[in-house]
């Protein structure tokens, strides 16, 4: 037998490692059949060093999402602004199924009805136009509402709120907004393009 054939077989019976495998005859690659491997690194020991946002990364618990109505009551603030809106949304729609004290006018050829109501300090309009032909007026109309003042008290301060709305094509338009003080009647002035009217709405 050759010095080559006689290597060909290593000590203990042990086979020659395959082609292609350098580190193959190293101890690390071979394994003992039914025999653990050793892990060297542990992972709670790295997560016990780590900071507590970290940490609750890798706890088997899944993090809870918060859903739509919960994300808009998070905060006291977020709360209040939420039921604001529920309350203001729900007077509305009182408003315009049942009705408050209801005033027609005319401004350039568009009807226009206002409806008011009192309510925890503020007053809810609701302003309906309706396009008595083609040839109505469209465009910009800037509104301006403040409580009548009584008479002997002209000289008194008062508040005054201010908005703009817009007439379009469409034969029937509602505007609903609201005041920032409570009066059993408001005097309402509206102007466009082509005309101005003055009018006093009773609140309900």
Do not use: H
């Not at 890798?58 to 809870?64: D, H, I, L, N, T």
């Not at 109309?141 to 003042?149: F, Q, S, W």
Request: aromatic share 10%.
């Amino acid at each position: 037998m050759t010095e080559e054939q006689a290597g060909g077989e290593k000590k203990d019976g042990e086979k020659k490692p395959e082609a292609g495998r350098p580190n193959a005859g190293y101890p690390l690659s071979r394994r003992t059949e039914g025999e653990d491997p050793v892990f060297y690194y542990s992972r709670e020991k790295r997560l016990a060093k780590a900071p507590e946002q970290v940490r609750s990364l890798y706890k088997e618990e899944p993090r809870k999402r918060r859903g739509f109505f919960r994300s808009l009551t998070a905060t006291k603030p977020l709360a209040t602004l939420f039921a604001s809106i529920l309350i203001l949304s729900a007077f509305i729609i009182v408003l315009s199924i049942f009705g408050g004290a209801e005033n027609s006018y005319t401004l350039g050829g568009n009807r226009v009805s206002v409806q008011a109501m009192k309510f925890g300090g503020a007053t809810y309009l609701v302003l309906k136009k309706t396009a008595r032909d083609a040839n109505v007026y469209t465009g910009l109309v800037d509104m301006a509402v403040a409580p009548e003042v009584p008479e002997g008290k002209e000289g008194t301060p008062y508040p005054v709120f201010r908005n703009r709305i817009f007439f379009s094509l469409k034969e029937e338009e509602e505007y609903r907004f609201s005041v920032p003080f409570e009066a059993d009647r408001l005097v309402m002035v509206m102007q466009g393009e082509n005309g101005s009217l003055e009018f006093t709405v009773v609140s309900k």
